[in-house]
């Protein structure tokens, strides 16, 4: 089942950055990241082009992606996978795989924090709305 979590902050934010070493994968977009530890895929609505353990699939996911405005973010609570929807019928699936860590994390700088636990469940911390109430005088 898909979550209630709004992602609306997400679409058309541009993927800035792409950066990798043997056990992550970490996204910057132009307002938030997405750090993966887990293993993860990209795809078209037809086929899947490549994944995480695919022989040169980190260079590919940083040439695929750079540059490319995301869509959509959708998120299924239970295993907590992502899907983050981009241009030209492109999807990164990020599925959790792991029970001993923290598969992936989604943040905001303004507090929004999604994260993926082991064993599949979630944790989401909202931003705090501030609201300015001027007073009358």
Wanted: aromatic share 14%; proline share 4%; with cysteine.
């Amino acid at each position: 089942m898909n979550s209630s979590i709004d992602f609306s902050l997400f679409a058309g934010q541009i993927v800035n950055s792409v950066e990798f070493d043997n056990l992550s994968s970490h996204l910057k977009f132009s307002y938030g990241a997405l750090h993966i530890e887990c293993f993860w895929r990209v795809r078209t609505r037809e086929y899947i082009l490549y994944g995480k353990y695919d022989a040169e699939a980190l260079p590919r996911l940083r040439q695929d992606l750079m540059g490319c405005t995301v869509t959509a973010v959708l998120h299924r609570e239970f295993p907590s996978d992502l899907t983050v929807e981009l241009r030209d019928d492109l999807y990164l699936e990020v599925i959790c795989s792991s029970t001993l860590s923290d598969n992936w994390q989604l943040t905001r700088p303004d507090g929004f924090y999604l994260v993926a636990s082991p064993s599949g469940r979630y944790t989401f911390w909202e931003p705090e709305l501030k609201i300015d109430i001027a007073e009358d005088t």
